[in-house]
């Protein structure tokens, strides 16, 4: 089983960028997905998350920056995010949460820097 994110890079303030994860070996369709991410030197935080039914929820911080979606078909979540700011600089995780008989996953993260 991997969850596999991209689509992270190098913007200046103000920009976007859509990330991508992708389950292998497992599907998506009847869990819950989230995104984390981690700041250097700072612990993981949750980004967003997205319910089987399509509800998105978002940290304080995003502040209607960010939109979660899935395509269940594709086996793939999505983070766009809009007005990207330094802060947000920091590793972006994919992650599956334990759901009944479903371990947990974490995707390999990929790397987001904010920076003019």
């Known amino acids: 089983v991997q969850l596999q994110a991209s689509g992270g890079g190098l913007k200046q303030p103000g920009g976007s960028l859509i990330l991508s994860c992708v389950a292998f070996g497992t599907t998506i369709r009847f869990t819950d997905m989230e995104w984390y991410r981690q700041a250097p030197g700072k612990e993981r935080e949750l980004v967003a998350s997205i319910t089987t039914g399509g509800v998105a929820d978002y940290g304080e911080f995003v502040k209607g920056r960010f939109t979660i979606s899935r395509d269940n078909a594709k086996n793939t979540i999505y983070l766009r995010m809009n007005a990207l700011e330094p802060e947000d600089t920091g590793v972006y995780y994919c992650?599956?949460?334990?759901?009944?008989?479903?371990?947990?996953?974490w995707g390999q993260g990929t790397q987001v820097t904010v920076s003019s």
């Open positions: 992650y599956r949460p334990p759901s009944g008989l479903r371990p947990e996953y």
